[in-house]
């Protein structure tokens, strides 16, 4: 028993000196995701994202891809010597977007075992105006009946904003404001009143209004009206 336990042990130690592991690049960032916390709508965050090449050979930087709303671009050399370290400079523009946001930006290299690596910047878009519902649907509506629904805009800004230019389309959607100044974390209320024609058996619009606010000076809020299921 311990003559082949000493050749299985030589024979491993063998052939672990003519097997040596293979030389390959290997990409490795110690924080592959950045949380930006709570932004305004519209404003923009800049990071810049590290990786290392901890294998032993040179790591080549294919091609650095984002999704909507973030740009990255690779900052450092696109050959990366092993032991030596890289940048990619990140930038999300928050313009149009609000809530909780999750952005991508895909590495391609030539690691073999890991040839995509996936960034991820996240966190909260807070508009200076918001709005709910963002978009109005009612349903069972009876047709040449009037419905109504209210849309709650919040102020989450500093100063006050003013509302005005209060339109709808078509002319069996109208809107009513209730109040057109909306002090700091205040609210206002969009009464809408809301039909489908006889013979119809659905109807859409949209509301809009405008503002004061140079992030928002525009709000559009889609209406849809659904009706009864017609029986027979």
């Known amino acids: 028993m311990k003559n082949l336990f000493a050749l299985s042990s030589a024979l491993l130690l063998l052939f672990g000196f003519f097997c040596p ?69 990140t930038v999300f523009n928050s313009s149009g977007m609000r809530g909780p946001i999750v952005k991508w930006i895909h590495v391609y290299s030539n ?26 649907r009612l349903t069972g509506m009876e047709p040449g009946k009037k419905h109504e629904a209210l849309v709650t805009l919040t102020n989450n800004s500093e100063q006050p904003i003013f509302l005005s230019h209060l339109t709808t389309t078509p002319a069996v959607l109208s809107a009513r404001l209730s109040e057109t100044r909306l002090e700091p974390g205040g609210t206002a209320n969009i009464k809408i009143s809301f039909e489908i024609p006889a013979g119809k058996t659905h ?30």
């Open 21 to 89: 592991a293979l030389a390959a690049p290997q990409l490795v960032t110690p924080q592959p995701a950045f949380h930006f916390g709570t932004i305004a709508e519209g404003d923009k965050v800049h990071h810049v994202f590290t990786f290392t090449n901890q294998g032993d050979q040179p790591l080549i930087i294919n091609r650095v891809r984002s999704t909507c709303g973030c740009t990255g671009t690779l900052l450092s050399q696109k050959e990366i010597p092993p032991g030596e370290s890289g940048e990619i400079k």
């Open 111 to 136: 690691d073999p075992i890991n040839p995509k690596v996936r960034l991820q910047i996240n966190g909260v878009v807070q508009p200076e105006i918001d709005f709910t519902p963002r978009r109005l």
């Open 203 to 232: 109807q859409n619009g949209y509301i809009s209004l405008k503002t004061s606010s140079p992030r928002t000076p525009k709000i559009r809020i889609p209406v849809f009206g659904v009706g009864h299921a017609q029986t027979r």
